[in-house]
């Protein structure tokens, strides 16, 4: 039995208007940055973390938004289930997730020799089974309601070997291979699911390090600077407003870095 055919949208009607996006990681950096421009171009935004985020909120409200605090701890499936309860009782519905939340290892040495277990399980919990867990918590209703979309974030290690994130590596890899099966298990369902892999952002994670860290990691880039939390946050509007034939992408938004070559 086929599905029916994917409606074909005008791209000059593409807009954000009146849909529900629940955002993890929207306490601050990347996860903040798509919850308040998500709010922007008129959704309702569901700001999901374990830590606070009354002040996304208040942000969002101030600008004319709509949104709503949501705690949840992505490592864990209970969780899940109680923030979605929560989102679909006031919104009434999902229609885009995007898997922001992540963490790297502070544990230990993050190489395949110097890691600890428990700092590598909490990497991959975190990482890759967050977003495995927003996917299944959130698939069933879009499936429902006739289709949804889905933004994962990945990383650029998980498309180039770099010093010292194997954990990260591993599981942001994990994030890239688990984004292309799904987008091929659900798109006959009009689930549309794509990742962003990021280069070196401004986020509170680079707060300790120092001068000369940031500058090697500006410098990384052909575009020579950190790039911004708020441009991830335009590719996820991207994918959730226009990408209406785009599934199972893993886009780099790195300022360059994947295509530079070793000079």
Same mark, same amino acid.
């Given at each position: 039995m086929t599905s029916p055919e994917s409606p074909v949208p005008d791209p000059r009607d593409a807009t954000l208007a009146g849909s529900v996006a629940l955002v993890t990681g929207a306490a601050q950096g990347i996860g903040r940055a798509t919850a308040v421009r998500l709010a922007a171009e008129g959704a309702h935004v569901a700001c999901a973390d374990i830590r606070d985020t009354a002040d996304t909120v208040k942000q969002i409200e101030a600008d004319g938004g709509s949104a709503r605090g949501v705690w949840v701890d992505v490592r864990r499936a209970d969780a899940w289930s109680e923030a979605v309860d929560d989102v679909v009782a006031a919104f009434g519905r999902v229609d885009l997730l995007a898997n922001v939340a992540g963490v790297v290892n502070l544990q230990s040495e993050d190489t395949v020799t110097g890691l600890t277990e428990e700092a590598w399980d909490?990497?991959?919990a975190t990482d890759l089974k967050g977003p495995w867990l927003g996917m299944r918590a959130v698939?069933?209703?879009m499936?429902?309601?006739g289709g949804?979309?889905?933004v994962n974030i990945s990383s650029l290690a998980a498309l180039r070997g770099l010093p010292n994130l194997a954990s990260y590596s591993a599981a942001k890899g994990g994030? %890239? *291979?688990?984004?292309r099966? %799904? *987008?091929?298990?659900y798109?006959?369902?009009?689930?549309?699911i794509n990742a962003i892999a990021p280069g070196t952002i401004d986020t509170p994670i680079l707060a300790d390090i120092t001068p000369e860290m940031r500058q090697a990691n500006a410098d990384a880039h052909l575009v020579r600077r950190l790039g911004r939390p708020e441009e991830i946050a335009s590719m996820v509007a991207y994918f959730f407003r226009e990408g209406a034939f785009l599934t199972?992408?893993?886009?780099?938004v790195d300022g360059g870095w994947s295509v530079k070559g070793n000079f």
């Open positions: 909490e990497v991959i698939i069933p209703g499936i429902e309601q949804g979309r889905i994030v %890239a *291979a688990l984004t099966q %799904a *987008a091929f298990e798109a006959r369902h009009h689930v549309l199972g992408l893993t886009y780099p």
